[in-house]
């Protein structure tokens, strides 16, 4: 079996980023992922990257792959479902499929955080929704509530208030902790309602979302959707089978290079401790240069 010098694991900008800087570096590699662009595709508006004033999320996530695409890479689509080590080498398997690396870079991204409330399983695909920008359409002229009080809950509802009738925008905290730069295009909004201080008990409804119910004061709101950005989790799985070291979320510890605490191993973007957690587009695409030059250098010198 042939052995990569690295097998990149993960499609979304911090993978992308890692796998154009390995293919200037002339590296034997591959690019593993069963999202490309990944979560990236899922973001409404993004006003933040340089050299976008302001671009759909999918468009931008269709740029990465096309420019990976210049240097003749093409992303292997699927996933990746077990890593063992063996004689210093990695062994990584998929459903059909299995690859050798002497390096690894996870890109893994983080899931999406569930509530883990009442009416919230039951419901997914009948009302509840984690992605506003795949599922607003079904909204139009109609009530939501949006949970979560980040950037990605503000510019969901943003989203949602040119198609539904009506937004709640639900908050736990006393205050939004989104951009000041969405909070205020939020006031511009007539038709989104910001609930602070709240927690959702109850999600009901027959054999489709009806309506929700508040924890501290029990108020029922008549609602059509309840799309949850309530953050998100690392990816555990592949974590756990290769021993990794993490912090007390779960997040892979790495040093200043992206090395984890195993030989071999490299993490970037939303699942490291990289950038000071700060988990943006910005600077998963970069952890993911600085894995590959590390990797480079490190080649280079065996």
Same mark, same amino acid.
């Given at each position: 079996?042939?052995?990569y010098?690295?097998?990149?694991?993960?499609?979304?900008?911090?993978?992308?980023?890692c796998?154009?800087?390995?293919?200037r570096?002339?590296?034997n590699?591959l690019?593993?992922g069963?999202?490309?662009?990944?979560?990236?595709?899922?973001a409404?508006?993004?006003?933040?990257?340089p050299?976008f004033?302001?671009?759909?999320?999918?468009?931008?996530a269709?740029k990465f792959?096309?420019h990976?695409?210049?240097f003749?890479q093409?992303i292997i689509?699927?996933?990746?479902?077990?890593?063992?080590?063996n004689?210093?080498?990695f062994?990584l398997?998929?459903?059909?499929?299995?690859?050798q690396?002497?390096?690894?870079?996870?890109a893994l991204?983080?899931?999406?955080?569930?509530l883990?409330i009442p009416?919230?399983?039951e419901?997914?695909g009948?009302?509840?929704?984690y992605?506003?920008?795949?599922d607003?359409f079904?909204y139009?002229n109609?009530?939501v509530?949006v949970?979560?009080?980040?950037?990605s809950?503000?510019?969901?509802?943003l989203y949602?208030a040119?198609?539904?009738e009506q937004?709640y925008?639900?908050y736990?905290r006393?205050?939004l902790?989104?951009?000041p730069?969405?909070?205020?295009?939020?006031?511009?909004?007539?038709?989104?309602?910001v609930?602070l201080?709240?927690?959702l008990?109850e999600?009901?409804?027959?054999n489709?979302?009806? !309506?929700?119910?508040?924890?501290?004061?029990?108020?029922?709101i008549s609602v059509?959707?309840v799309f949850?950005e309530?953050?998100?989790?690392p !990816?555990?799985?592949?974590?756990?089978?290769l021993?990794?070291?993490?912090?007390?979320?779960?997040?892979?510890?790495v040093?200043?290079?992206?090395k984890?605490s195993?030989?071999g191993?490299?993490?970037v973007?939303?699942?490291s401790?990289?950038s000071?957690?700060l988990?943006?587009?910005i600077?998963?695409?970069?952890?993911?240069?600085?894995?590959?030059?590390a990797?480079?250098l490190?080649?280079?010198?065996?």
């Amino acid at each position: 079996m042939q052995i990569y010098d690295l097998i990149i694991i993960g499609s979304g900008p911090a993978g992308i980023a890692c796998a154009i800087y390995a293919a200037r570096y002339k590296m034997n590699f591959l690019i593993v992922g069963k999202m490309n662009g990944g979560t990236v595709n899922e973001a409404h508006r993004i006003e933040n990257y340089p050299g976008f004033n302001s671009v759909p999320g999918v468009e931008l996530a269709a740029k990465f792959k096309e420019h990976l695409k210049s240097f003749g890479q093409k992303i292997i689509e699927t996933e990746i479902v077990s890593i063992t080590k063996n004689n210093g080498n990695f062994l990584l398997k998929s459903s059909n499929e299995e690859w050798q690396a002497k390096n690894i870079i996870l890109a893994l991204g983080t899931e999406r955080r569930k509530l883990e409330i009442p009416g919230e399983k039951e419901f997914v695909g009948k009302g509840v929704s984690y992605c506003a920008t795949c599922d607003a359409f079904f909204y139009k002229n109609k009530k939501v509530a949006v949970i979560g009080g980040s950037d990605s809950a503000v510019t969901s509802a943003l989203y949602l208030a040119d198609l539904a009738e009506q937004v709640y925008l639900i908050y736990r905290r006393s205050e939004l902790r989104a951009e000041p730069a969405w909070t205020e295009k939020l006031k511009e909004k007539k038709n989104i309602e910001v609930i602070l201080e709240r927690n959702l008990k109850e999600i009901k409804g027959d054999n489709k979302v009806q !309506s929700i119910i508040l924890k501290e004061d029990g108020k029922e709101i008549s609602v059509d959707g309840v799309f949850i950005e309530a953050g998100s989790i690392p !990816s555990v799985v592949l974590i756990k089978e290769l021993n990794l070291q993490t912090d007390d979320k779960g997040y892979i510890t790495v040093d200043s290079s992206q090395k984890a605490s195993v030989e071999g191993v490299y993490a970037v973007g939303d699942i490291s401790t990289g950038s000071n957690n700060l988990r943006q587009i910005i600077t998963g695409a970069a952890e993911g240069a600085i894995a590959a030059n590390a990797i480079y250098l490190k080649l280079k010198k065996s």
